[in-house]
């Protein structure tokens, strides 16, 4: 039986950060959602991560989210790791949703800092050691600072090795400094499995010793981004090269529009035009008007 010193991360690889498809308000795109799924897991991805940013968690009711969950579990049948993002502004609503994604087949749950009231790194300690205790699967903690206003500071994730229950972080910040500052943990967690957000970093990250990427341009091309992977475990640096080139100008449709919402507006504009899902976007956001979406599919064609 390996020990924690020769432990290996548990995960490791692509795992998109799925959009949630919208029929409506409060209706799921289920033919939308199930297309989806064998779409990424057809690229080969590793994992799907649902009720993140992308999957616009904050902006669903409770039952939309219970709802998702079950139909991608269902969807999935293990053929893949799925992940649950379980944030909230409250701890209980967190435990209830993590229980619900174990009912449902769920393989671990995802946790950033609690957003609009701003904890201090002590509270911080506490609260997720609190969440530990009662949580019925493997977390991973979610750094997104320009979200929540707060971020896993390295000293505060040193004091949270020391619970068994928490498997790793997936940092969306940018800053590299911190991110190599993270994997300096791995001498007291080697088995923590270290993902990276950005997407254009994702190939530097996997250098450093990252263990993947949570990358939201896999939900659009999820084949790019494996073999993105694939050639940097390998070191291959030329094929890194011209695929990092490819991502960097997939990430131009990130640029249409002038709202904060415009990265994941993008990117279901982008699946919808593939002809995968709904674009519709949870409010108090729209979807792409007919001159955004004619730039995103000028971006997509000469892909």
Same mark, same amino acid.
């Not at 969306?172 to 300096?184: A, H, R, T, V």
């Given at each position: /039986?390996? $020990?924690?010193?020769?432990?290996?991360?548990?995960?490791?690889?692509?795992?998109?950060?799925?959009?949630?498809?919208?029929?409506?308000?409060?209706?799921?795109?289920?033919?939308?959602?199930?297309?989806?799924?064998?779409?990424?897991?057809?690229?080969?991805? =590793?994992?799907?991560?649902?009720?993140? $940013?992308?999957?616009?968690?904050?902006?669903?009711?409770?039952?939309?989210?219970?709802?998702?969950?079950?139909?991608?579990?269902?969807?999935?049948?293990?053929?893949?790791?799925?992940?649950?993002?379980?944030?909230?502004?409250?701890?209980?609503?967190?435990?209830?949703?993590?229980?619900?994604?174990?009912?449902?087949?769920?393989?671990?749950?995802?946790?950033?800092?609690?957003?609009?009231?701003?904890?201090?790194?002590?509270?911080?300690?506490?609260?997720?050691?609190?969440?530990?205790?009662?949580?019925?699967?493997?977390? /991973?903690?979610?750094? /997104?600072?320009?979200?929540?206003?707060?971020?896993?500071?390295?000293?505060?994730?040193?004091?949270?090795?020391? =619970?068994?229950?928490?498997?790793?972080?997936?940092?969306?910040?940018?800053?590299?400094?911190?991110?190599?500052?993270?994997?300096?943990?791995?001498?007291?967690?080697?088995?923590?499995?270290?993902?990276?957000?950005?997407?254009?970093? $994702?190939?530097?990250?996997? *250098?450093?010793?990252?263990?993947?990427?949570?990358?939201?341009?896999?939900?659009?091309?999820?084949?790019?981004?494996?073999?993105?992977?694939?050639?940097?475990?390998?070191?291959? =640096?030329?094929?890194?090269?011209?695929? $990092?080139?490819?991502?960097?100008?997939?990430?131009?449709?990130?640029?249409?529009?002038?709202?904060?919402?415009?990265?994941?507006? *993008?990117?279901?504009?982008?699946?919808?035009?593939?002809?995968?899902?709904?674009?519709?976007?949870?409010?108090?956001?729209?979807?792409?008007?007919?001159?955004?979406?004619?730039?995103?599919?000028?971006?997509?064609?000469?892909?």
């Amino acid at each position: /039986m390996a $020990t924690l010193e020769t432990a290996k991360p548990r995960y490791c690889g692509i795992v998109p950060p799925l959009v949630t498809p919208l029929a409506d308000r409060d209706r799921l795109d289920h033919a939308g959602t199930q297309k989806l799924l064998e779409h990424v897991i057809h690229g080969g991805v =590793h994992g799907v991560f649902i009720l993140g $940013t992308t999957g616009e968690a904050p902006s669903l009711s409770y039952h939309l989210r219970r709802e998702f969950i079950q139909l991608v579990s269902e969807t999935v049948a293990q053929r893949v790791p799925v992940f649950v993002g379980v944030t909230d502004t409250s701890l209980v609503e967190s435990l209830r949703l993590a229980e619900f994604a174990k009912e449902s087949g769920a393989d671990a749950v995802v946790l950033s800092t609690p957003y609009y009231f701003p904890a201090g790194q002590t509270e911080l300690i506490k609260y997720i050691a609190d969440i530990v205790e009662e949580v019925p699967l493997p977390l /991973m903690l979610y750094n /997104m600072p320009s979200l929540t206003k707060v971020w896993f500071e390295i000293d505060t994730l040193r004091t949270l090795a020391q =619970h068994q229950q928490i498997i790793g972080v997936k940092d969306s910040s940018g800053d590299m400094k911190y991110f190599q500052q993270m994997l300096s943990l791995k001498k007291l967690r080697p088995d923590w499995s270290m993902f990276i957000g950005p997407e254009h970093l $994702t190939a530097e990250a996997i *250098a450093l010793g990252g263990d993947g990427g949570v990358n939201g341009g896999a939900n659009i091309y999820p084949q790019l981004f494996v073999d993105l992977y694939e050639a940097a475990i390998a070191n291959k =640096h030329q094929q890194i090269e011209v695929l $990092t080139q490819r991502i960097n100008r997939l990430q131009q449709i990130y640029s249409v529009g002038k709202y904060a919402s415009r990265f994941i507006k *993008a990117t279901k504009c982008a699946l919808s035009i593939n002809g995968i899902c709904s674009d519709h976007m949870a409010e108090p956001f729209n979807h792409f008007m007919p001159p955004q979406r004619a730039e995103v599919s000028d971006i997509l064609s000469r892909m």
